[in-house]
């Protein structure tokens, strides 16, 4: 009797130890079909024309995915070897082929970077530029400026040199200076990778996109992927603003900060390079050792490592991870070392941001088990955003109707039949509406520089239409009536 009541436990025990493989296997394979129905509701959704994905899943290549169009004109599909710009996701490769030199014994992650630098130096003030190390400079711990990002060139436009660009040359961009204390707090700074890039050339006397292609891509077998600044490119996709209108390949002075271009495939083997490798392959694979690699993901301060971040996720494994943003891209990469699990997501779409923070928290949530923090907080300010242009679009309709009432009742008269034609006032209010109009057109459409992820848009199209309602009403002044000209005749003068 006791033996049969063993029975079942040591079966419950065998299936345990024989399942593992089949249910981790099976669990990509479900997220696959998960992403195969979603991204494209997504896709339809936001209004993003393409979208490029891979998945790791234990240490190897799983799925590279594709969806939508690297030209929705021509109705040109995405494939492998599309090339989407990466933003700042090339920082995590500029953190590369920098600790290749120092593989190569040609710097130290300590030294100071005025050390190695003869074209531009950083300038004199309260806190000593010595202690502007390397490291630092890697993990944005080096005390620098903010500077969150670059908007880029359109193509055809003379691209500034290094040195201009660490000066300030270039549209909302400021000269580089250290404004904090260096190796005490974490603050992002793009120009802290152009600087970078600076000593990458200074070093090799190479060109940065031409040693990053001999020193790094190659040897990590990213065969697609360039800095070099091409927007001519045929293999790369076209770009969409947040309406859905075809944006300029803008191109990057600092490419080791947001000048990479690169494929869904080419982003997995820079995944696979920077894991323990299950197939005899080195980490690193011989770009850097994999001490280096392991230095390369330790925080330095906070989340803040050399080229990427590290997070602790809720079942305590650790994410290390990189996003990017330039004008109408989107991407993320990221791997959890533990598992050997990993994530690309490559979009071409202004509209890619809410797609890109959608798929990364559905991927966490199949990583976990839980669902994250920041999805509550994601649909939570579309919510808000939606709310907010409801009740714009409400207030623009009211004042509309009330408008046509007035007008049908005869107490608004087009400015041509008014009795007290008030032609300054109309002017003034005409052109500064017009230049509004005008500043809002061009700061969200054509150069697409306001953002307007979660929502936001549809407040921006309410304001234009408001704007223009009040424009129009503007030509039908409001006519006085008898009261109101006997008022003004009782009126003692001022």
């Not at 394979?29 to 998960?34: A, E, Q, T, V």
Request: hydrophobic content about 40%.
């Amino acid at each position: 009797m006791s033996i049969l009541k063993k029975v079942p436990v040591l079966l419950v025990i065998i299936l345990c130890i024989w399942s593992p493989g089949l249910s981790s296997a099976e669990n990509v394979g479900d997220f696959k079909l998960h992403l195969d129905k979603k991204i494209p509701q997504l896709q339809q959704k936001y209004g993003v024309a393409g979208v490029a994905v891979g998945i790791v899943q234990d240490g190897k290549p799983a799925y590279i995915l594709h969806y939508g169009y690297a030209d929705q004109s021509r109705k040109i599909a995405l494939n492998e070897d599309t090339l989407f710009q990466a933003g700042s996701i090339s920082k995590s490769l500029t953190a590369w082929g920098i600790l290749h030199l120092v593989e190569e014994g040609k710097l130290s992650l300590d030294d100071p970077v005025d050390k190695f630098l003869t074209r531009w130096h950083l300038p004199n003030g309260v806190y000593n530029r010595k202690e502007v190390t390397i490291r630092r400079l890697l993990s944005h711990t080096a005390g620098l400026s903010a500077h969150r990002g670059y908007l880029g060139a359109e193509p055809g436009k003379p691209l500034s040199s290094i040195e201009e660009s660490l000066s300030g040359t270039g549209l909302l961009n400021t000269p580089l200076t250290i404004d904090h204390k260096p190796g005490t707090e974490p603050l992002y700074s793009g120009a802290g990778y152009t600087l970078l890039q600076l000593v990458i050339e200074e070093i090799t006397g190479m060109p940065f996109d031409r040693y990053m292609v001999e020193q790094v891509m190659q040897p990590l077998d990213m065969q697609h992927s360039t800095f070099q600044q091409n927007p001519a490119n045929p293999k790369l996709s076209k770009a969409y603003g947040y309406f859905g209108q075809q944006i300029p390949a803008y191109q990057f002075t600092e490419q080791a900060a947001a000048g990479l271009q690169t494929t869904a495939g080419d982003m997995v083997k820079l995944i696979l390079a920077s894991m323990e490798s299950k197939n005899n392959d080195h980490q690193g694979r011989g770009v850097i050792s994999s001490k280096l690699v392991r230095e390369m993901q330790t925080p330095v301060i906070s989340e803040n490592a050399l080229g990427i971040f590290s997070r602790t996720l809720s079942n305590q494994n650790t994410l290390l991870y990189h996003s990017g943003d330039n004008r109408g891209w989107h991407s993320f990469y990221g791997w959890i070392p533990s598992t050997g699990d990993g994530l690309v997501i490559l979009t071409n779409s202004e509209t890619g941001v809410d797609l890109r923070q959608e798929v990364y928290h559905d991927w966490i949530q199949s990583q976990t088990g839980i669902r994250p923090e920041k999805q509550d907080a994601l649909m939570q300010a579309q919510r808000v955003n939606a709310l907010i242009a409801i009740v714009l679009g409400a207030w623009v309709s009211a004042y509309l109707l009330l408008f046509c009432i007035s007008l049908f009742q005869g107490k608004r008269l087009f400015i041509t039949k008014h009795p007290h034609i008030h032609v300054v006032r109309l002017a003034f209010r005409s052109i500064m509406l017009v230049l509004i109009s005008s500043a809002l057109f061009y700061l969200s459409y054509a150069a697409t520089l306001v953002n307007l992820h979660s929502g936001k848009k549809g407040i921006l199209i309410c304001i234009l239409i408001w704007l223009g309602a009040w424009f129009a009403t503007g030509f039908f002044p409001k006519k006085r009536n008898h009261i109101d000209r006997i008022s003004n005749m009782d009126s003692p003068e001022l």
